[in-house]
Structures are given as C-alpha cells and as structure tokens.
C-alpha cells in the first residue's frame, strides 16, 4: 500500500519533505503531489477520488494560512486523513492548525502539530502496521533507537 502526499504550494515543501524522508526511511511508497483547495480544486478532486482504488492506505495533507486542503481531500474520499498545519508569515501557524482542526462532524482529519510532516508520516505507517508485521517491527526498531539516544544522553 500507498501513502498519498499532497501540499498547497511548492512554499510548503521545506517542511512536507520531512514526511517523505520518514517514508523513505521505512521503505514506505508513496506519491507526492502539489494541489490547492483554493488554487486547483478541480484538479484536487480528480486525484483524490480513485486513491483508495490505487492501492493509498492514506493521505497526508500539508497546507498554510487558510489551510482547508486536509479538510477538502476528506470530503472526497474515506482513506485516513493526516493534516499538517504549516507555519506561513502569520500567526506563528496558529491560524493553520485552526483552519485544520475544526472539522465538522462526520468528515475526520486528524491533526499533527504545526509543521509535524515527521510525526504525520509516522502515524501513517503506524496504520499500515496494523496489518504489517513488517512495518510493526521496523517501528519497534525505530523507538528503540529513539529511547536508546534519550536514555545515553549527556549533560555538559
Ligand atoms: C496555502 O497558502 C499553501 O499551502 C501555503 O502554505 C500558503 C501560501 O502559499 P504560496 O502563496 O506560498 O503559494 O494555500
């Protein structure tokens, strides 16, 4: 299976790249893609609408400012829906993760930190790992190598 990756600007790259290292690193495929709720929405759609078809487990979307995007790819599809509010000039990205988290009821996004591309991608594959053992154990893997570097951390 698939993650899909979509952001509202190449401007969101900076920070949306960060869940594709993280795909990378467990061998996870995915598809990243460029596509506005504001700016392409009819572009938007035509993309979303056959991804549980394709073979997508889910979709990270990564948007700023008035970010509706992850709320938009929701409507149009019943995969898991990880939103990552990016942080633009204003508001610190408070206004992102508002626009993000205040979902009517009925259409689910879930909702990372202000610019949590990392921790979106790792909460995508911990759904796959639901029903893939090899992903579970690569996960285990990874907070074990994660515990290990608090617990021999140094103070100078
Ligand atoms: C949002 O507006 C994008 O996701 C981006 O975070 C923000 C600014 O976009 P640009 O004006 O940089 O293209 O739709």
Redesign the pocket.
């Known amino acids: 299976m698939k993650i899909g990756i979509v ?6 790259w900076g920070v949306m790249k960060g869940a594709v290292e993280i795909l990378d690193s467990f061998g996870v495929e995915h598809e990243v893609k460029v596509l ?4 392409t929405p009819h572009q938007l759609e035509e993309w979303v609408k056959d991804l549980r078809q394709r073979g997508f487990a889910a979709v990270i979307a ?6 509706h ?1 992850a709320g938009v790819v929701a409507a149009f599809t019943t995969l898991p829906v990880i939103g990552v509010p ?1 942080k ?1 000039n204003a508001f610190e990205g408070l206004d ?1 993760l508002l626009s993000m988290v205040q979902m009517p009821s009925g259409i689910p996004v879930a909702v990372v930190a202000v610019n949590g591309a990392k921790n979106a991608a790792l909460l995508a594959i911990e759904f796959m790992a639901i029903t893939d053992e090899n992903l579970k154990n690569k996960m285990d893997s990874f907070r074990a190598v994660q515990a290990e570097k608090v617990l021999s951390s140094k103070l100078d």
């Open positions: 952001m509202g600007s190449v401007s969101d506005s709720a504001h700016r990564g948007a700023g400012g008035a970010a995007l990016v633009g992102s």
